[in-house]
């Protein structure tokens, strides 16, 4: 809040702030009963900036590498996949 007092800043600045800060630290568990929560404000355009940053925020935190084991699976060698053209495909010997 540079310069200016921070009670000088509207409400809706200071409730902002405040969910960011929330958001940021809360747990995986209660995330979407924040979130929820943060969206039933009275500036919905406000709480709708909120959650959409915090939502950018989080897609781009590395992904756990146990979530993508699960998601991707694994290959005869015990490496991820990997992912080849259709003409590498095709180059592949059958079975």
Same mark, same amino acid.
Do not use: K
């Given at each position: 809040?540079?310069?200016?007092?921070?009670?000088?800043?509207?409400?809706?600045?200071?409730?902002?702030? *405040?969910?960011?800060?929330?958001?940021?630290?809360?747990?995986?568990?209660?995330?979407?009963?924040?979130?929820?929560?943060?969206?039933?404000?009275?500036?919905?355009?406000?709480?709708?900036?909120?959650?959409? %940053?915090?939502?950018?925020?989080?897609?781009?935190?590395?992904?756990?590498?146990?979530?993508?084991?699960?998601?991707?699976?694994?290959? *005869?060698?015990?490496?991820?996949?990997? *992912?080849?053209? %259709? *003409?590498?495909?095709?180059?592949?010997?059958?079975?």
């Amino acid at each position: 809040m540079n310069s200016r007092r921070q009670s000088d800043e509207p409400a809706e600045h200071r409730r902002f702030a *405040r969910y960011l800060q929330a958001l940021q630290s809360v747990a995986a568990a209660d995330e979407t009963d924040l979130l929820a929560a943060v969206l039933r404000d009275e500036e919905t355009s406000m709480a709708v900036s909120a959650v959409s %940053r915090h939502l950018d925020r989080r897609a781009i935190e590395p992904v756990p590498d146990l979530f993508l084991v699960g998601l991707c699976g694994r290959s *005869r060698q015990g490496q991820m996949p990997v *992912r080849r053209s %259709r *003409r590498e495909r095709s180059e592949l010997p059958t079975r």
